[in-house]
């Protein structure tokens, strides 16, 4: 397949997770939509990774190939870290005001 | 010789002394203790003082340097001192009428607290120090250092009582006016500096040859500017009556042995220069006549005690730089002696009889003291005599000395200086048959409290009465069969560019004619006010007068209201509106800017989401495009 459908899928993917984050209220799915764009970018890394592989630079110099795929491992395990600690915010937030509504967040202003 | 160099030192150093331990020890020193200090150092002063005078009596002169002032590539400026027929005699002066002044003051002043009595010792020695740096000093820069010293402690001086606002601004002025004249003294010793590269009088006077005549011109037109600041000529001379605020033996101090000699002494010191300069001389000359006849009319129709004598010394300063004018130094050197006796002895008569009255000072409210002032009358007396120029009393020696200069001169500048020689002796003997002739004018519980000053009052009224009398025998014209000492004495530092040459005759004429019409005019006196009473001013020639010739409104129209117009047009549009109009502008469009930038700030998370993807889409934008 064509990189350009990747692209396409994955640009689709970010515009969504952002629209999500800008629009939606319920941390939980600003927290998916979040997600959504983290993984909107492995996506892209590993198609952009496939496509260096079989150009001649990659063919001359295999081992730098691997490089965004590892990247991509790293990303997962901070977007798991980052879900942790995040799912725990949101557990706290709920025990404490009973919602999980962000525009609800806001007592720090004035 | 070296000998003397090693004590003159000494004689401002005691002032000085004197100075520090009565403004230190106000507090703890008793009055009689300050009153002990302040006289004493200036009694050993004229010791010292006297002793110099016999040593350069037979011609010598002295330099002495101490240390380097100012030391730097161009030019050095030492700190000496210079010691000479001319500034001996200075010495003797202000260190003897000084004393006198300064005993007097013991009993004047003692109704003052002790804290502000040694406070008054100390600016009294203070001005002293000044006043014998500035005759001292060997060269223009020390004589700088007294001329400031002597303007500062005049301004202490004058408003020494400083609860009275009009005292304070009577201060004030007489410091402003010195300034403006310090400012034509200093740029004089910067043209000097600049095209001599030194100030040493010495060296000036030897180098003169490679000055041009339009830089000896702007010098000495320069120094006169400063010499009419400090001694009170025309057109700064409103400070002077003004400077009666303070205390009356301050006055008789400023008046007759200090602060306004400065100005007479320093043309005299630069004779040399002025010699030069022919239109300089012509200047002083007609401006120490205009100043003359001026301040003589003034003092006619004063009632002010203080006024009148304030008036007549601006007068006798005229008379003074009328001889310097016409080349007569050594008469104008003549006549500041003179005057220094007898215009303190008027001035510390004065403050007897404001003493006896209890702080009265208008004559409307005197009459008839003779009576009960007895010692105050007759040495009072013997002072207007000496200024009206009666003989044999000094002033006569002194003002006669002058007016034959003038006469040689020209004719009708004598007959101006005449006429104004004539008002001296109306002036002076209104003041005195309406303070000490006639009835008494005030309320009879003054009269009971009318009394003869203590001791320590008179015996300097007494002396001063003698040296006014004698003292023009110092310098006895030919005439007369005498030797003519003071001339003779002066001549290694003078040039003295006025020869008499008139003949015998003239002379006599010329000095009988004066003595029959100064005679004539002191009767007229007498029989117009020996029972005189208060009246109202009528005729507009008569307020003109009494009104000082409305020079200081003119002064204020001119000068102060358009300097205060134009401070307030500073003050409001430039400072207020202009300078604070920036400074808070700033900060106004700091604080309007932040209040609104603070809105962005909402404490919504979305928008500060949408905020981020929008600076990434503009980051973005700009990588791809610019």
Redesign the interface.
Known sequence: MEIRWYIGLAVALFSIG?MG???R?NAIIVFMCIELMLNAVNLLLVAFSKMHALSPVGLTNPSVVSNAQIFVFFIMVVAAAEVAVGLAIIVMMYRNTHVVD??F?????? | MDNVLQMVWLIPLLPLIGFLINGLGRNSLSKRMSGIIGSGVILFSFLLSLYVFFNVKGGNSHLAHYFNLIDINSFTIGFDFQIDPLSSLFLLIITGVGFLIHLYSTAYMHAEDGKDYAKYFAYLNLFVFSMLLLVMGGNYVILFIGWEGVGLCSYLLIGYWFKNVNYTNAAKKAFVMNRIGDLGFLLAVFWLLNKLGTTNFTDVFANLSKLSTTDITGITLLLFVGATGKSAQIPLFTWLPDAMAGPTPVSALIHAATMVTAGIYMIARSNVLYNLAPLTQEIIMWIGLATALLAATIALKQNDIKKVLAYSTVSQLGFMFLALGTGNYIAAVFHVMTHAFFKALLFLGSGSVIHGMHHEQDINNMGGLKSKMKITYITFFIGCLAIAGIPPLSGFFSKDSILIGAYEHNKIVYAIALFTACLTAFYMFRLLFITFNGKFRGTQKQWNHVHESPAAMTVPLIILAVLSAIAGFVNIPALFGGTESLTHFLSPVIQQTHQTTLSHATEYMLMGGAVVLISAVISWAYFKFKNYEPKEETSSFGKTLENKWYVDEFYNSILVKPLQAIAAFFNTIVEKKGIDGMVNGVGKVVNYGSRQIRLLQSGQIGHYVLLMVLGILVLLIIQLFF
Do not use: A, G, S, Y
């Open positions: 952002v984050v800008l629009t209220r962000i525009n967040l806001n007592r720090l202003k004035n």
